[in-house]
């Protein structure tokens, strides 16, 4: 029975934990548009409590409680006059966005007979520069050029050369890492063929070094010793008679 327990104990943490995990929505927008955060109430009720909060100190930016609502800001300010909420659905709504608005959003939602959480992960990014439009001249230059040059001889490069563009010079790295990393592999396999080719030489010097030897062995004609050999004598004894 108790294990039984601790077994559906860890369960429930388990999915609690990878519940929360997976209601993670990552949002993207560029900066200067609008962007909704939206939850998944069709309509708010009288006794539903919503609270937005933001970062990790989770600082309260929004709430709505019942039929009031009331919107907040972080410490430093950074929301001021663009958070609104959408008070049917209770989702929030982030307008002009900055690069400073991205982070953590969670939402907490109370109701009579359940509650519900939801995080959403903004991400700002800035906007590129639209290419076609004309830079900036200075005062008295209509043509875009500086002040006393003429329109057909500027002096200096003009803002549209593509050496001064961010996508010239991220370019122009990515050449020379991509030229240094193949320098270093050719390298490598210089380094590689030259030392397999050392060994080979050693092999082959150790190979012709190696003196072949065909042994000959000859028979020697065992010495018989020399032993003296005495005659056999035998003794018998002589009876005479009578």
Not at 22 to 35: A, F, L, N, R
Not at 138 to 160: A, C, V
Request: aromatic letters at 8%; one cysteine or more.
């Amino acid at each position: 029975m108790i294990l039984s327990v601790l077994l559906y104990l860890c369960f429930y943490c388990l999915v609690d934990v990878f519940g929360d995990a997976d209601t993670v929505k990552s949002v993207s927008v560029k900066e200067g548009d609008s962007v909704t955060l939206q939850i998944n109430i069709t309509e708010i009720q009288t006794d539903d409590d919503i609270m937005w909060t933001f970062g990790a100190n989770r600082s309260l930016i929004a709430k709505i409680s019942g039929e009031t609502s009331d919107i907040g800001d972080v410490p430093d300010g950074r929301f001021r006059d663009r958070l609104k909420l959408d008070h049917q659905t209770g989702s929030l709504i982030i307008t002009n966005t900055r690069t400073t608005d991205s982070g953590l959003y969670e939402v907490e939602i109370s109701r009579s007979r359940s509650e519900d959480k939801h995080r959403f992960n903004v991400t700002v990014y800035a906007a590129t520069p639209d290419p076609h439009t004309p830079s900036q001249t200075t005062s008295g230059s209509p043509s875009g050029y500086p002040s006393g040059s003429p329109s057909g001889s500027p002096s200096g490069s003009p803002s549209g050369s593509p050496s001064g563009s961010p996508n010239f010079l991220t370019v122009l790295i990515s050449a020379a890492a991509a030229g240094f990393l193949l320098l270093l592999v050719t390298v490598g396999i210089i380094w590689i063929c030259r030392k397999h080719r050392k060994s080979d030489q050693r092999v082959e010097t150790h190979e012709e070094e190696i003196t072949y030897a065909d042994p000959t062995f000859y028979k020697r004609n065992a010495k018989k010793p020399n032993v003296k050999q005495e005659d056999d004598v035998v003794y018998a004894s002589v009876v005479p008679r009578r």
